[in-house]
């Protein structure tokens, strides 16, 4: 039979104070984020050594939960649990003082990230969780035993999980690994919660720095306004309008309303607020583009970061840590263009591959091969990795 969904307030706070006896309870959530300007929480799911539960937020009050998290010395289980520590932010500002993430800490012993919940628990349990309502509405009422079921499957597994990674990472020496990375997740989660991350825009890539200014002030616009009247800021104006309208650079009202897409009765109403934006933006002083290099990069930092990204993915493979968590192309180039001074890069500022966990794995040795430390040779073509790496010999 399936645990009673939690529906009244008193069976809430029994559950919170059972929670506060446990040293280790995970959670997961259930939202919907197509209709509103932050996602709509419908379900929560918690597990603890003792019990599984199901929360109805619909017919509670959860900030008694969200403090119960959040305080104590407990360690807190989720998988992906970025959307879970934000409706935590949201809800009293504070995120839990252990937290470990089951993706993430996959992540150190595999070579598949992000690995999905049913990948992590097939891998290391040798389970299955049930599936079946992936496209459930969960914010309708009343839910079926089935949707209470598959919705448990979410945590059923989280704290044996975390049993048996912990101990994989104890034997790869690998917790402070995962303490590091973890503790950076956090943070950039943190951040997020008040990033004016305008430069997300798509489509901006090839706009001057006037245009810029004006898309910056839309994106302000639309982000007070969608929260205003709780909805997704992309469904109040698409980023490719908002691009049409810093490349127009116009603040009369009838030439913005003459792009077409714009329209909409709602947004016609809001013509004024728009120009208004537009002229911000035209009498902004103009900000730094940090995008553009400080200098051309010689066309060899592409060649030597094509020869670099696959050592950085073999010494990955043969470690099993997933790649894609450790570093990008990218980051790669950046190492280079550090060493070497390429492209005007800051040699203040150390390269994501040089710091941490990351540099013991991979950094250090690829900054090796570009010292002329360390070569690559082909050891076995056959091989799946065929590279190996030596101290060089004069």
Known sequence: MPSPIITRQRDLDDLCERMEAADILGFDTEFVSEDTFHPELCLIQVVTPRELAVIDPQTVDVGGFWKVVAQGEHTTVVHAGREELSFMLRAVGAIPKRMFDV????????????ASYGSVVGKFLGRQPMKGEQRTDWRRRPLTDAQINYALEDVRYLLPLHERLTQTLAKRNRLAWLEEEMAAWQQQIIEAQERKDWRRVSGIGSL????????????HWRQEEAKRINQPPKRLLRDDLLVEIAKRKSDQPDQILAIR?????????????L????????DAPLERDHRLPQGEPPSQLNLLGQFLTPALTSICRRAEVAASMVGTATDVRELIAYRYGFGGADPEETPVLLQGWRAQLVGNLLDDLLAGKKSIRIADPSHEDPLAFDDFKK
């Open 275 to 282: 120009a208004a934006a537009v002229r911000r933006g035209l």
């Open 208 to 219: 001057n720095a006037r245009n810029l200014a004006i898309v910056r002030e839309l994106w």
């Open 261 to 273: 897409g714009l329209q909409r009765g709602d947004l016609r109403r809001k013509a004024r607020e």
């Open 103 to 114: 993706q993430i800490a996959a992540g150190f012993c595999t070579n598949e990230f992000p």
